[in-house]
């Protein structure tokens, strides 16, 4: 089995507001069947939490203050968000197949029926994740649908064609994608985006092309550009266009930006433009080398409190997003620094099977079991 799992393997970023890094050493005997249970364990949490009607997450808070989520279009968000992820992880499930195919079917008729979330003000745009993966699973799900089953390859491509018009009218002024609009709050947001926020939907976006989904060349155009004016020479990138006159504040350093980085580069690499392979290979030291500062803002309960402002919710966002940056490069990267990963990933599974890193309502161990199982799991 350990062999076979090699062969196969090998939320989410938010600004939410409140209402000794392991080296590339050689895998250790036995670390490989620690990686094969991992997620076994995850992939039968994930199997256990769906809910009836095909998602996953909860508004149900344990804790007295929670972050600012109007119902209910930012808790659709979240919901809608979490669950297209736990489909793409069932997705890649070695374990437990046909449940996993029948699960994922249920959630992925959850994200047709409600995939398209309205936000709930002008001021919370959470759904933008929303559509960013849900985009991401479709485009995940559409190879694996048989030629016989063309009402469901066609009801998924008529959705994603929808969430692709979804983030023509969010994109904002600067030519990215945020989640909050905190200027006028108009229906199309004139606030500014944030450049993690604009890198996954790019990278989803590039996905769902590739499916024979149209994305119009100038909604893709403006989102690169906005992105490549973030990007600073030692290889960060500042939080939003909205910190450009500020790049040596905390969150706006390389330490600062771990969390982010990998997404943002991934992006301009799909789209060749300005960032390199050299600048990916870069990126994965810098994250290794650094590691405990975005370590350590893990599971803190307040957004951005922890060296660097860095917060809890992208830490599996970010390794997830490191190794899709670590499949982008030459197999010599990946025996390197690949080891490494799964040690990071596999340390902090729950005793229930389960991964989260910030404290949010119902929805983080959907999220982060998710996120860490398709760290895991390719």
Same mark, same amino acid.
């Given at each position: ?203 989803? %976006?590039? @996905?769902? &092309? /590739?499916?024979? #989904?149209?994305?119009?060349? !100038? ?7 906005? *992105? ?109 620094? %690949?080891? @490494?990963? &799964? /040690?990071?990933? #596999?340390?902090?599974?729950? !005793? ?7 404290? *949010? ?18």
């Amino acid at each position: 089995m350990t062999a076979a799992f090699r062969r196969i393997g090998a939320a989410s970023g938010m600004i939410l507001i409140v209402l000794a890094a392991p080296g590339a050493a050689d895998e250790a005997p036995g670390e490989a069947p620690r990686t094969e249970e991992a997620v076994r364990k995850g992939i039968d949490w994930l199997l256990g939490a769906q809910r009836k009607d095909g998602s996953w997450g909860t508004s149900a808070s344990g804790r007295p203050v929670e972050v600012l989520a109007a119902v209910p279009g930012s808790h659709d968000a979240f919901r809608v968000g979490g669950t297209a992820l736990c489909v793409l992880a069932l997705l890649r499930s070695p374990f437990r197949t046909e449940e996993c195919a029948a699960a994922s079917r249920r959630g992925l008729e959850y994200l047709l029926d409600r995939g398209r979330v309205r936000r709930p003000n002008g001021a919370e745009m959470y759904n933008v994740w929303s559509f960013a993966y849900s985009l991401r699973t479709f485009a995940a799900m559409l190879p694996r649908i048989e030629g016989k089953d063309v009402a469901l390859r066609d009801r998924i491509l008529e959705r994603a064609r929808e969430l692709v018009k979804a983030f023509s009218i969010y994109q904002t002024p600067d030519g990215g994608w945020g989640y909050y609009d905190f200027d006028v709050g108009s229906y199309r947001p004139s606030d500014s985006s944030m450049t993690f926020t604009t890198a996954t939907a790019l990278v989803s %976006l590039h @996905a769902i &092309e /590739k499916e024979g #989904v149209p994305v119009p060349r !100038a909604l893709i155009e403006k989102a690169i550009r906005s *992105l490549r004016r973030s990007r600073k020479a030692d290889g960060s990138y500042i939080y939003g266009p909205y910190a450009q006159y500020r790049p040596a504040v905390e969150y706006n350093e390389v330490k600062g930006s771990l969390g982010r980085a990998h997404s943002c580069n991934l992006a301009l690499w799909l789209f060749h433009e300005a960032v390199s392979e050299e600048d990916l290979r870069a990126g994965i030291e810098r994250f290794f080398k650094h590691h405990r500062f975005i370590d350590i803002g893990r599971k803190r309960p307040m957004p951005h409190e922890a060296w660097y402002y860095t917060s809890g919710y992208y830490f599996y966002y970010g390794h997830y997003y490191a190794r899709l940056v670590l499949d982008a490069l030459p197999a010599t990267d990946r025996d390197r620094w %690949l080891p @490494a990963l &799964e /040690k990071i990933i #596999v340390e902090r599974q729950e !005793a229930d099977g389960s991964w989260w890193d910030f404290p *949010l309502y119902g929805y983080h161990k959907p999220y982060g079991t998710a996120y860490a199982i398709l760290t895991l799991v390719r």
